[in-house]
Every structure is written in structure tokens, then in C-alpha cells.
């Protein structure tokens, strides 16, 4: 499969266009003619209309996939920047092509100049599609790249199968496939459609992003808010429920003890993790404190300051996902028996990652209070989470050395 990318960008537009290998094995991408075609015998006139649809459809394919490598060796940086509002209407109109594609189908099967007339309509409106969505991307970072290129992507591949589609169908003596035209139709308009959603600037596509990671975030908090305490701490503090509770969970499948998993921390492994459920907590304010602040900095990007601004908007992103990273380290290590060390070590890279993203907001000359006071918030309480662990730490190594001189 073809992997072509535009360029000033790491992201790639991947199998838009199939290898030749790949291509001579599927009919409606192949310039052989259809199986059976030849053995001596004489063609007919759809077998032969067919082969030219398919040598047609082969061109307007190659022709897509050269634009594509032209682009990839054209920076964006020396083109006009478009509007995405013109990418998307740009859009529009290739939903409405893909529609009459579908009406043909819609009666008495198409004649052969009709499909080759409407393809060639297609594949230019689809052509002025890519360069439109391909000048887009001046000023585009990364992250907004990789959001452009995936949308384009969708619509390009729709595009494909509904054109392969469309040769398929003709010649074909199974008229049940002429139902299956719709959904590809329908496919087109999604991808189309789905323009609409697409982030216009790099700070709608990092906020986006960073909301993502928050999203993730939440997962890891919901998943230790459902730790538990074990039954013999439990045992302490209601003895008499126990007798009841312990009655019912003998009846129980021997395989419950799989979703018993992270119900057995000590008091002081569930110190730590209610320490840690307060510094995702408090790293989910930050974050959002932190969209609320980029988002508020719309007016300051300018595609003539080199890029610095978008350069510092992706840190901060980058910042962000390996809190978020650390985060999950962070979650996996409360089961018991909870690593300490990893505990320590992940609240260690937190807090320089933490500093790392506040002094990345304060080069912006505009810092939110609510932002730092976020920060400090956070700080505060990787710090009692340093102590505890310590504390942990040492009051097991005195049980430790206890047990030894008892031995001895």
C-alpha cells in the first residue's frame, strides 16, 4: 500500500491509493481484463465497456496518486494559506457529485459513457479537494496536520470505494448489489460531513487533544475511586455486618475473586491511594485551567512568527501526555502489593513536568491566576503524597527489622 504524506508535516495520508500488486488482484482496480474474458472466445460489448471503465478508473487513480507526490515534495509554507471554511465547501460539493454517482444506479443500469463522464467530474472535483485541504495546512503544527490529514483521508477512501463500486456493478448480473450503493453514498456524505468537526486552528486541535488525555485521566480516577480497603480492616469497623456478608460471599463463585481485584488494600496503602486519587483530581484542574488559558490566546497565533507560538502549544501538549502516561503508571501501581518506589518516581516526574508547563504558560505574557493556583494545588498535594510514601516506607522497614530480632 501507497504511504503518501503532505509535506511540512510528520503525519501521512496512508492507502490511499493501492499498490500495483494489490490493484491487479481486485477487478475494480485492475488493468487486466476480468476473468474469463479472453480464453478464446470474443468478447462482448459490456465486457468490453467494462475494461475501459477500469483502464479510466485506473488513470484518474494514478492521477490522484501523482498530486499526492507532488504535494509531498511541496513545502505548504510557500503556498497561499486557505480557509478551512473553502476546505469544507470544497466538501460539499463532492458529497453532491457522490450523490448523482448513486442516482445513476437508482433505474435501468447506467450506460457506460454516463459512469465514464460522471467519474471524470468526480475525480477533478475530488483533485481540487486535496489541493484545497493540502494549502490548509500552512501554519498547521503536528497536531493540526494530523487532524486535517485524517478528515481528507476519509473522504478520499469513501471516494474510492464508491467509484470502485460503481465498475463493479456494471456488467454484473447480481442486481442485489445495486442496494449496496446507498451505504456507499451514504459513507461520503459521512466523511463530508464530518469536515464540519474538524479543528480549524492549532488551538482547537491541541485543546482537543489535551482533552483527551483528561478523558483518560478520568478513566484512571474512576478505576481507583474503586479500590477498596481488605475485609479484615473491614472486619474492625462493622463486625457484626461481616457474620451476614461473609454467609452470602461462601455462596458465590470461587471466580468472584478475579472481580475482587484491588479489594484488599491495607489502611495504609489506602492512605496512598486517596492521596493519589487527589492528584489526579487536582491534574485534571490544571488541565483544564489550561485549555481555558490557550484557548483564550486565539488572537495571538500568527503565522509570521515563525511558528514559535504553535512550537509552544505543542510542548505544552507534549507536557501534558507524559503527565498523562505517568498518570496511568501511576493507577497500575496502587494495587497491592503497591510499589512504592514507582509511586515515588512518578510523583517526582509530575511535579518537574508540572513546573515545566507553567513556566511554558508564563512565556505567553498573559498567565491565568486560576491556572498557577491550579499548579500549586497540585503541588501541594504531590508533596503530602512524598511524605506518606516516606512514612510508609519507613514504618515497614521498623516492622521489618523488628520481625528479624524477633527471630533472632
Not at 472466445?41 to 485506473?58: A, D, V
Not at 503544527?141 to 456493478?169: C, W
Amino acid at each position: 500500500m501507497c504511504s503518501l504524506c503532505f509535506n511540512n508535516s510528520a503525519y501521512h495520508f496512508d492507502h490511499f491509493v493501492e499498490d500495483k500488486a494489490d490493484c491487479q488482484s481486485k477487478d475494480a482496480c485492475s488493468s487486466k481484463p476480468p476473468i474469463g474474458s479472453h480464453g478464446g472466445r470474443k468478447m462482448g460489448r459490456k465486457e468490453r465497456e467494462k475494461e475501459q471503465l477500469i483502464r479510466t478508473l485506473n488513470n484518474h487513480l494514478n492521477n490522484i496518486h501523482e498530486t499526492l507526490q507532488v504535494l509531498n515534495q511541496t513545502a505548504a509554507s510557500s503556498l497561499e494559506k486557505v480557509s478551512w471554511n473553502d476546505v469544507i465547501q470544497m466538501g460539499e460539493q463532492v458529497s453532491k457529485k457522490a450523490t448523482v454517482v448513486g442516482m445513476l444506479w437508482t433505474g435501468e443500469t447506467p450506460e457506460a459513457k454516463a459512469i465514464e463522464e460522471n467519474m471524470a467530474e468526480y475525480f477533478n472535483m475530488l483533485q481540487g479537494f486535496i489541493l484545497l485541504s493540502h494549502g490548509s495546512t500552512v501554519g498547521a503544527g503536528p497536531t493540526l496536520s494530523l487532524s486535517i490529514h485524517a478528515s481528507v483521508k476519509q473522504v478520499v477512501d469513501s471516494s474510492f470505494k464508491l467509484m470502485m463500486e460503481s465498475i463493479t456493478l456494471y456488467g454484473s448480473d447480481n442486481k442485489d448489489k445495486e442496494h449496496l450503493m446507498p451505504q456507499y453514498v451514504g459513507a461520503v456524505w459521512e466523511a463530508c460531513s464530518a469536515l464540519k468537526k474538524t479543528p480549524a486552528t492549532n488551538i482547537t486541535g491541541i485543546g482537543r487533544a489535551m482533552t483527551q488525555v483528561a478523558v483518560s485521566m478520568k478513566d484512571v480516577l474512576r478505576e481507583m475511586k474503586e479500590l477498596k480497603p481488605s475485609s479484615s480492616d473491614q472486619n474492625n469497623e462493622a463486625s457484626h455486618d461481616d457474620s451476614a456478608k461473609a454467609d452470602s460471599e461462601h455462596q458465590e463463585d470461587d471466580n468472584s475473586s478475579l472481580d475482587e481485584l484491588g479489594n484488599d488494600l491495607s489502611s495504609e496503602e489506602m492512605k496512598v491511594a486517596q492521596l493519589a486519587i487527589g492528584i489526579v483530581s487536582d491534574m485534571l484542574v490544571v488541565i483544564k485551567e489550561l485549555i481555558r488559558t490557550i484557548t483564550g490566546l486565539l488572537k495571538h497565533e500568527n503565522p509570521d512568527d515563525g511558528g514559535k507560538f504553535v512550537d509552544t502549544l505543542e510542548r505544552l501538549l507534549k507536557l501534558c501526555q507524559g503527565i498523562g502516561v505517568q498518570i496511568d503508571e501511576l493507577g497500575a501501581s496502587l494495587y497491592p502489593p503497591q510499589e512504592l518506589s514507582v509511586i515515588k518516581a512518578g510523583s517526582v516526574k509530575i511535579l518537574s513536568m508540572t513546573d515545566e508547563l507553567q513556566k511554558e504558560v508564563e512565556s505567553f505574557n498573559s498567565s491565568s491566576e486560576a491556572f498557577i493556583q491550579a499548579c500549586n494545588g497540585l503541588r501541594s498535594s504531590l508533596k503530602q503524597m512524598d511524605s506518606e510514601v516516606d512514612c510508609f516506607n519507613t514504618t515497614d522497614l521498623e516492622a521489618k527489622l523488628q520481625n528479624v530480632a524477633i527471630s533472632n
